[in-house]
């Protein structure tokens, strides 16, 4: 395929993305047991907790797709995991109070 | 093509044990992993320390490594042995990075083959979905507009090996899209087994660094540099924005670090981010008898202990 080819059209995936259990776990390649693992541990959180299925919103797919990530690459437990999200997550917070600066 | 000093790459020893590669893969990775670094070239160095811990975690792969020996000098174009690969037969190590190493550099791949086996979503049955990370530029999100992007597509050939194949896909990229967000391209991913309907291919989406803006979120900062009396008396100066350039008034007592906001010009994403302008006193150097003159006829009109604070 060239570049010439006419764009095809990207659309945000987040925007508006609500994941069953099953869809995410398809999408992120892992087992459903694992999702449900990341919720118990609060790493995600469904978008209405007592919903009779789950449902996930852009946000928490992204987290769970980093929480994934970092176990894998960097050999990290879902405690560990949770705590490098939040850590994160400060240093963030941080950077914007500090006009986005590290 | 470029050799690759693996034993450096991860600073250990050419003599170093099992454990100590480990420990030190696992330092590295923590420093250089891209979701965590703020590394200027964080998903490089990962790229690059994932693929030494792949030859030097391996046995097989180690011994075949070091008998290249020390590699040729600095700059020296490296090829590989004629005989390189008899006598060892490498079994396909799973990933060792994961699918941001998903590019090896051409001395691994000459050496070693493009790897089977990596990006775990792609070995499991029900990988039909894609999935790549890329960097844009910050114009591509402000104001939309195509972009053509270089994947490596796993495919798995006649003899059921897998190869990466390049594809190059000219991507329409969502306006508004912030750091961390995926475009979706629906039936981009693998073709159907048989009936159904082609997966679809999700790309990671973070910026390159601009020159002018820092990224935080939706939101963009800019560094201006403001004259002291221009501060002190407040004025009205051009700023860049993503926009375009703007006039921009500085109220009195403005001070270095006074942050000005101009609320939805960040990422045009719903809702906008903010644009934040960042403000730093420049001073004009004393350069001249007149400006040295006016430098102190201000310490005389305005006496200011700026070390107050400090006690002194």
Same mark, same amino acid.
């Given at each position: 395929m060239s570049s010439h080819d006419p764009a095809l059209p990207g659309e945000i995936f987040e925007e508006g993305a609500a994941l069953s259990l099953r869809d995410l776990?398809?999408?992120?390649?892992?087992?459903?047991?694992?999702?449900?693992?990341?919720?118990?541990?609060?790493?995600?959180?469904?978008?209405?907790?007592?919903?009779?299925?789950?449902?996930?919103?852009?946000?928490?797919i992204r987290r769970a797709r980093v929480a994934l990530r970092l176990e894998r690459d960097l050999g990290v437990n879902l405690p560990g995991v949770a705590l490098a999200l939040e850590l994160l997550e400060e240093l963030r917070q941080l950077r914007r109070e500090r006009g986005g600066r590290a | 093509m470029e050799f690759k000093d693996y034993y450096k790459v991860m600073g250990v020893a050419r003599d170093a044990t099992e454990a100590q590669i480990k420990q030190a893969y696992r330092k590295l990775a923590r420093?250089?992993?891209? %979701?965590?670094?703020?590394? $200027? /070239?964080?998903?490089?160095?990962?790229?690059?320390?994932?693929?030494?811990?792949?030859?030097?975690r391996s046995a097989e792969k180690r011994a075949a490594?070091?008998?290249?020996?020390?590699?040729?000098?600095?700059?020296? %174009?490296?090829?590989?042995? $004629? /005989?390189w690969g008899s006598g060892f037969e490498f079994s396909g190590a799973g990933p060792g990075a994961g699918e941001t190493s998903a590019d090896y550099s051409e001395f691994f791949e000459a050496l070693f083959g493009r790897g089977g086996g990596r990006g775990r979503q792609f070995d499991r049955g029900h990988g039909e979905d894609h999935h790549a990370r890329i960097l844009l530029d910050l114009d591509a999100t402000l104001s939309g507009g195509s972009r053509a992007f270089t994947l490596r597509v796993p495919e798995i050939d006649a003899e059921g090996r897998i190869r990466a194949r390049e594809r190059t896909l000219n991507v329409q990229v969502p306006k508004g899209i912030l750091p961390g967000q995926t475009i979706r391209l629906a039936g981009q991913g693998a073709a159907p087994h048989g009936g159904g309907h082609a997966?679809?291919?999700?790309?990671?989406?973070?910026?390159?660094?601009?020159?002018?803006?820092?990224?935080?979120?939706?939101?963009?900062?800019?560094?201006l540099p403001v004259a002291p009396w221009e501060a002190a008396l407040g004025a009205t100066v051009k700023t860049p924005t993503p926009g375009g350039p703007v006039e921009l008034k500085i109220p009195a007592a403005s001070h270095a670090g006074s942050k000005l906001r101009l609320k939805g010009r960040g990422i045009p994403s719903s809702p906008p981010g903010d644009f934040y302008v960042v403000l730093q006193i420049a001073l004009p150097a004393a350069a001249d008898e007149k400006a040295k003159a006016a430098y102190r006829a201000l310490a005389e009109a305005a006496p200011f202990n700026p070390r107050a604070s400090l006690g002194v």
């Open positions: 776990s398809r999408m992120l390649a892992v087992e459903e047991r694992h999702i449900i693992e990341l919720v118990e541990e609060g790493v995600i959180t469904a978008l209405e907790v007592d919903a009779a299925e789950w449902r996930f919103g852009g946000t928490e | 420093k250089y992993h891209p %979701d965590v670094s703020k590394e $200027p /070239d964080a998903e490089a160095r990962f790229k690059e320390v994932g693929e030494a811990y792949e030859v030097l490594y070091d008998r290249l020996g020390a590699g040729p000098r600095a700059g020296e %174009d490296f090829r590989p042995p $004629p /005989d997966g679809d291919l999700y790309i990671e989406v973070e910026f390159q660094p601009h020159p002018l803006y820092r990224i935080e979120g939706r939101d963009l900062y800019l560094d």
